[in-house]
């Protein structure tokens, strides 16, 4: 059968055979009681089917029909795989763990337009293979146009590789868009005019459904390299809008995922999301840190980067971003076990280098060429006066006690 088929997680007073027919009544054509006007027809094709039970793990599998979807349309595709069985009495706990679309669902969508390949591009860094290096302009609210384009200038000047606004900072009156924008832009252009480097800005764009192509085409019109979307609180069909109607890398950030990922037992699967992002087309996708100050755990963190990057249905790899709490002393570990195609960005642990921002910036960089040249930190910070500063700082991994 051509179908979206969404595995779930399940925890009930029912066998969860019985659960998971309950959800899919509930999600495709039954509800709690039989009703007259399905008499006669045959609704076969839109009936939601539980095609595999693990009672021992509590999981299951139910294809939903492909006609039972406006394909193409994300909002309802989730309303269905997402959407009431959440409420549903009968089930004291369901978590949506991964999705698999049939093909007509795949052919609708482009993926990313530029992946880590073309990102790697604009950057210059496809030949030495580096891990790139990002910052959050910090504080993440408060600065105006002016200082923004400040930071901005420092950070490029020490040789970052992306700047972002942080996932709180879209339009407000005290720094408004399209005035910060093309400051940040000139801030860039003149760190970076004695060197031959690039620097991408991912500038958030995120806004309500009635303004969003609106605001990345002044965006655009504005010089952006690059556009930044919270995707949670945004809704998906916010990504879609910037895939389909602008041409700059799409860097995805998940604020608010947590309230639908952190519970293990209920929920969403931040697997979901990352699938999300890789059809419809996000370029960077915040994923977590091994190192860092938001809760994660490992293996699962491994699983989501190569949920990103192998090999699915032909879309474009989307590079990882690791976020949160970071600072040079975490590239090590987060580099040793995930790879070189990641994303490192660090706030704190840029803006609050001893030395300032621009030493912030060039003690990530080093740390990250230092991963390519195969060097561990402590023995690439002897010739790296910036690295070793910060090193000195904040030691080498996690740091304990965050917020003390
Ligand atoms: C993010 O967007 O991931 C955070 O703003 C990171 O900030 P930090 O590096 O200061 O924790």
Known sequence: MDAVRATYYIESSFPVKRCAEIIAMEESTGTWTEVHTTEGKDLDFVTAKVEDVDEIRGKAVIAYPVDLFEVRNIPQLLSVVAGNLFGLSDVANVRLLDLEFPNEFISQFRGPAFGIDGVRDYIGTKEDGRPHVGTIIKPKVGLNPEETAAVAYEAASGGIDLIKDDETLCDQRFCPMAERLPLVMDAIDRALSEVEERTLYAVNVTTGAD????????????GANMLMIDVITAGFDALKVLRENCSLPIHVHRTMHGALTRNPAHGIAMDVFCRLTRLIGGDQLHVGTLTG???????????????LKEEWHGFKPVFPVSSGGLHPGCVEEEIGKRGMDLVLQAGGGVHGHPYGTKAGARAMRQAAEAMALGVGLEAHAAGAPELSRALETWGIGKIENYYR
């Not at 100050?293 to 949920?307: R, V």
Request: net charge negative.
């Open 293 to 307: 100050k938001m809760e994660g755990e490992e293996t699962n963190i491994l699983h989501l980067d190569s949920i």
């Open 211 to 222: 303004e969003i192509a609106e605001r990345a085409d002044i965006a655009e019109e504005n």
